[in-house]
DNA sequence: CTAGGAGCTGGAGCCGACTCTAGATCAAGT
DNA sequence: ACTTGATCTAGAGTCGGCTCCAGCTCCTAG
């Protein structure tokens, strides 16, 4: 009944999350993974489920423009275990910040950019209509 | 009655956009400005309005994350003047699409993010009311 | 006259996050 | 036995987008 989780090579892991080996073997080099990660013979990595579901973590985290080295920080606070909610929530509520800011900015150039797409939209239109002239857009 | 824009220094230019003397010197070189820069007395650049707002819709499209060369793309399309709507069309709805998927990308990102800062609340308004055992999220 | 400050050019440097290379080792298939 | 392919390490290279530097020219104020 032991052993269900057989233990992933890195080109597995690499396969199930997305990521390249070398970006596995750059993370685990930035102390990205919780704990080191466990070797097989002829020292081959080999993960365990649970790397791959913080791993998961880490890409939507990056994925939302948490650098690495904040990564490494919430990292490390879940290693060393319980106790250190209040950083780790700090750390999350940051990011969420930032990532609304980034989301609202985005949302603002959107604005702009659909303002664009409408005048073209509407010049090319009239051009099909073949209307006179009218002061070109930039 | 003439004269209206007097012409604006590069470091004027600086101010009004929030671009760094050195980004806009890079930007210029890229072949980011519609038309060259004219130049006083003493090979100075004189910017007019109009430089400070195509820099301004360059600026939001960076910002929404276009690369340097499609904006330079676009920039030669506008440079070369009417009959080519079309394509500057499909550049702007392109970049419209990358958008929204950065966007919808952020955006569930958000919602991991958010669950784990209420998994973290929870957790500590719980402890605050001293409950029993639980598993510690990562 | 001189000192400061802004501007000029060309080119080097930097940062983050990977990505790739070289050269070795190892396991399995033919 | 041999080849193939995955893995290993240390370290170098890449890319985008600036940023900075050296060494020069200007203009203006004191």
């Given at each position: 009944?032991?052993?269900?989780t057989?233990?992933?090579?890195?080109?597995?892991?690499?396969?199930?999350?997305g990521?390249?080996?070398?970006?596995?073997?750059?993370?685990?080099?930035e102390?990205?993974?919780?704990?080191?990660?466990?070797?097989?013979?002829?020292?081959?990595?080999?993960?365990?489920?649970?790397?791959?579901?913080w791993?998961?973590?880490?890409?939507?985290?990056?994925?939302?423009?948490?650098?690495?080295?904040?990564?490494?920080?919430?990292?490390?606070?879940?290693?060393?275990?319980?106790?250190?909610?209040?950083?780790?929530?700090?750390?999350?509520r940051?990011?969420?910040?930032?990532?609304?800011?980034?989301?609202?900015?985005?949302?603002?150039?959107?604005?702009?950019?659909?303002?664009?797409?409408?005048?073209?939209?509407?010049?090319?239109?009239?051009?099909?209509?073949?209307?006179?002239?009218?002061?070109?857009?930039?």
């Amino acid at each position: 009944m032991r052993d269900v989780t057989p233990g992933l090579s890195i080109g597995q892991v690499a396969e199930r999350t997305g990521l390249s080996v070398h970006a596995l073997r750059f993370y685990e080099r930035e102390g990205i993974l919780i704990d080191p990660v466990r070797r097989g013979p002829g020292g081959r990595r080999v993960y365990g489920e649970g790397d791959v579901e913080w791993l998961t973590l880490c890409i939507v985290l990056r994925a939302s423009g948490m650098p690495l080295p904040d990564i490494r920080r919430y990292t490390e606070f879940v290693r060393q275990g319980t106790g250190n909610e209040e950083e780790r929530l700090a750390l999350l509520r940051l990011h969420r910040e930032r990532v609304t800011a980034q989301i609202d900015g985005l949302s603002r150039c959107m604005d702009l950019i659909n303002h664009k797409v409408g005048v073209y939209e509407d010049l090319l239109d009239q051009g099909a209509t073949d209307h006179p002239c009218s002061a070109p857009p930039s």
